[in-house]
């Protein structure tokens, strides 16, 4: 079947902080990759995505690269700040169908 | 601002209560979802409508009723709910659910349903 692990929280880090988010993934066929956020009392936003195998998506500093031979894609974040406190959801939809898998959510916050 | 808007933000209803959920869109797309957030859970999947058909029940109870009278709007019809049903409640959209691999889904804020 396919479905999508990500490492438990809460985590909390100091500003300036390095951050890495685990996720590993199951599925058959080559999925596209997701991660999305969710600050407090907002719906979910797409926060980076990857297609294939190796690439490696970006936005607002974050990073996560699309490894097939470990079916991973956590991500990470340089230096953190207190604004990207929030949860963090890893996703996978099948380039064959159109259901997106979602993982639990890893709640960040980042303390001054 | 998502695009993606729901009403009401917060409900509290009884077991015997009938009460509908909102979901509107103003992004112009085709296919609509409804999902259910749970504490510790992933996200679940309950209904998806394209071009204003269901295509997906993920064997979701009959206590949960949906309509899609157009491309724009979704209900989540709730009756005789359970404690159990307490949880966020998503709305979500995309382009086109038809044929493309990997449309981004656009979601509301959420309605936070507690059944007492």
Redesign the interface.
Known sequence: GNS?TQMEGPVTLSEEAFLTINCTYTATGYP?LFW?VQYP??????LL?A?KADDKGSNKGFEATYRKETTSFHLEKGSVQVSDSAVY?CAL?????????????TSLTVIP | ETGVTQTPRHLVMGMTNKKSLKCEQHLGHNAMYWYKQSAKKPLELMFVYNFKEQTENNSVPSRFSPECPNSSHLFLHLHTLQPEDSALYLCASSQDRAGTAYNEQFFGPGTRLTVL
Do not use: A, P, R, W
Request: proline share 0%.
């Open positions: 999508v596209s999305y009392g907002e719906g979910l936003q797409l995505k297609t959801f939809i099948k380039n064959t169908g159109n259901q997106f898998y979602f993982g639990t959510g």
